[in-house]
């Protein structure tokens, strides 16, 4: 190997394509840190608690589809994450990540089968990763009750959307009582469907995604439907 330089010169800067994804697979890596640390702490709260052996849950492995929404597709065939060395690596670790994570989520539903998968649009520019197992948690999320009025926003920190059997968990950004909220003061934080037999969950959006809850609960359903959920019931 030569020896290096005295003086090395300096390497130009990243195209902008290469910076965008160098960005985006940068955040996508921290979400999935994230994930990971929620997960341990969702699985300490539940680690002690008794299972009954005859509510154990049934069915197959669950495969995931390749795309979603006509615009997603997964992180492992996104052709910009081929392109370097690195984005290769990149898409290889949220495959692996992806896979302890549903190993948590399997143990979170009762050791049902599960999957985990990151879809993202063909720029990476927009991201999410999906939950599934075949087991069920039929109620509504919990998120904190704010009294929007006495705090003089227009609305709650926090808020539960309801689209048809969809519930979504979202973020509100402050915005004084008497203005009208941005879109982009909307982030959603997580979609989830639920019954007895399958539990689909969107989470750790990315891009202007997060701003249309709406756009998100739809991915939910889609993914619900093309695992197999009823089209009818909770």
């Known amino acids: 190997m030569p020896d290096s330089p005295a003086a090395p010169a300096i390497a130009p800067p990243p195209p902008a394509r290469g910076r965008a994804l160098f960005a985006a697979t ?72 992806n896979a ?6 399997s143990q979170s539903h009762g050791d049902a089968p599960a999957a985990a998968e990151t879809y993202s649009d063909a720029a990476v520019r927009t991201h999410f990763t999906v939950f599934a197992a075949r087991d069920g948690r039929a109620a509504p999320p919990f998120v904190p009750y704010e009294d929007a009025a006495y705090l003089g926003v227009v609305k709650p920190s926090q808020e539960l959307l309801v689209f ?40 750790h959006i990315m891009g202007d995604l997060a701003s249309h809850p709406r756009d998100v609960a739809g991915l939910v359903e889609q993914l619900w439907r093309s695992l197999g959920g009823e089209t009818t019931g909770p």
Do not use: H, M
Not at 32 to 37: E, Q, R, S
Not at 100 to 105: I, T
């Open 164 to 203: 048809g059997k969809v519930y979504c968990v979202i973020s509100n950004r402050t915005t004084p009582a008497g203005q009208e909220p941005a879109e982009e003061s909307v982030a959603v934080q997580s979609c989830i469907r639920s019954s007895d037999s399958l539990t689909v969950q969107a989470a």
């Open 26 to 97: 940068a955040a996508l890596v921290g979400a999935l840190v994230g994930a990971a640390a929620v997960g341990a702490a969702w699985l300490a709260t539940r680690a002690g608690e008794p299972r009954d052996p005859r509510a154990r849950p049934v069915g197959g492995p669950l495969t995931l589809p390749a795309a979603l929404g006509g615009a997603y597709s997964r992180v492992a065939d996104i052709a910009l994450y081929k392109k370097s060395a690195q984005g290769v690596k990149t898409a290889e670790r949220i495959q692996t990540w």
């Open 100 to 105: 302890q994570s549903a190993a948590r989520f």
